[in-house]
């Protein structure tokens, strides 16, 4: 089993809609959880960081945390064709333990999600 | 400075041959990372540098591949007797020293090998 699991879609909605992703994890050593947005043949582009549980807002973007599930949640209001991409979750532990794994990011294996015009 | 630099963006090259890829990070950060990606898949971790460092290496870094950064600035990821299944993206990523931040990832490096 994977350290973090994603469902690879792909998600299909049509333009305006919300989008909602979702991850789950199982390291409790996780303290920090990225989202980024991976477009076909490109590097990852970090969209959200947060830092434990809670929400975090940025323009159309809102990420969710719930630390005592394992599950983390990407929301994008009013979805455009541009947002098609792949969406990766990310987690790491506390920076400078191994054991923690805090030097590296553990992915999700990505949804794909299209967004039609 | 205006991101993480991958050379080359992509490379062909026949089975046995050795292969090697230059990250340029960002200038201020001090950590580099190296991750492999396969197609429909999550990156996966390969190895980490702090400065001239190398701190930490997954056990996927198998003997043939080794990663030097020499002067804690550029790294470079070597790939001897390379086989197919090496195949893949390979991204670098940096980050700042004691940051707690996410990772700023260069465009990759794609090799097939054939």
């Known amino acids: 089993q994977k350290e973090v699991e994603q469902d690879p879609g792909p998600l299909s909605v049509p333009e305006g809609a919300i989008v909602s992703l979702n991850c789950t994890y199982s390291n409790s050593a996780f303290q920090y959880f990225m989202w980024y947005r991976q477009y076909s043949r490109k590097g990852p582009e970090l969209l959200m960081y947060?830092?434990?549980?809670g929400n975090k807002e940025d323009g159309r973007f809102t990420a969710q945390v719930d630390k005592s599930s394992k599950y983390i949640s990407l929301f994008i209001r009013d979805s455009q064709p541009s947002d098609s991409a792949t969406y990766l979750c990310?987690?790491?532990?506390?920076?400078?333990?191994?054991?923690?794994?805090?030097?590296?990011?553990?992915f999700g294996g990505g949804t794909r999600v299209l967004v039609k015009p | 400075d205006t991101g993480v630099s991958q050379d080359p963006r992509h490379k062909i090259t026949k089975r046995g041959q050795n292969v090697t890829f230059r990250c340029d990070p960002i200038?201020?950060?001090?950590?580099l990372y190296w991750y492999r990606q396969t197609l429909g898949q999550g990156p996966e971790f390969l190895t980490y540098f702090q400065n001239e460092a190398q701190l930490e290496k997954s056990r996927l870094l198998s003997d043939r591949f080794s990663a030097e950064r020499p002067k804690g600035s550029f790294s470079t990821l070597e790939i001897q007797r390379t086989e197919q299944g090496d195949s893949a993206m390979y991204l670098c990523?940096?980050?700042?020293?004691?940051?707690?931040?996410?990772?700023?990832f260069g465009s990759g490096t794609r090799l097939t090998v054939v």
């Open positions: 200038s201020e950060h001090n950590r």
């Open positions: 990523a940096s980050s700042k020293r004691q940051g707690q931040d996410g990772y700023t």
């Open positions: 990310a987690s790491r532990g506390t920076p400078g333990s191994i054991k923690a794994a805090g030097n590296k990011l553990t």
């Open positions: 947060t830092y434990s549980s």
